[in-house]
């Protein structure tokens, strides 16, 4: 999957972010949409995965397969319907991230704490026995989370410029 890459400089007003690459541009909102589809859909993986892989491939940072493997049981922790893996795969990201920004331990902390923060408030709760009230039922559609993926991704990445603002403007 093409990597894209001047999220900051490209950023506009709300969510129409412009990904540029060699094969033109596209904006965010459909990268996200198409690729969360095509992860969840043809390679059958699950929320936690689905969104490190979106979050690394925007911001062009690579991740380890061992850190992708380590995602396979961060789906409500296993099915437990514990802490949400759209959750779990975003703050594994963002510790990954920042430390490459040379933010320190604290700073990274915060930045986690904040985008919980934020996704709890524009969806009621952490865990996906709020979140995905049937279950993981044999009985369930496959991949009842898509709609809630995109809408995470989009919340994780509106909260990085917040997140990085602050960070940025602390530290001068």
Known sequence: MAMYHNLEKNRQIGFDIKCGNHRGVILMKDYITNRVHELYWKEDINCAKTTLICLSELFEIAIEPQVICSAVGLHGAGGYRAQCGLVEGTLMFVGIYFHILGKT??????????????????????????????????????HMCENLTLQSNRICISAYFRIIETLNSTSS
């Open 105 to 142: 331990e604290s700073e990274i902390v915060s930045a986690c704490y904040d985008f919980a923060s934020a996704f709890d408030k524009a969806f009621g709760s952490l865990r996906c026995l709020e979140l995905r009230p049937a279950g993981f039922s044999e009985n369930n559609p496959p």
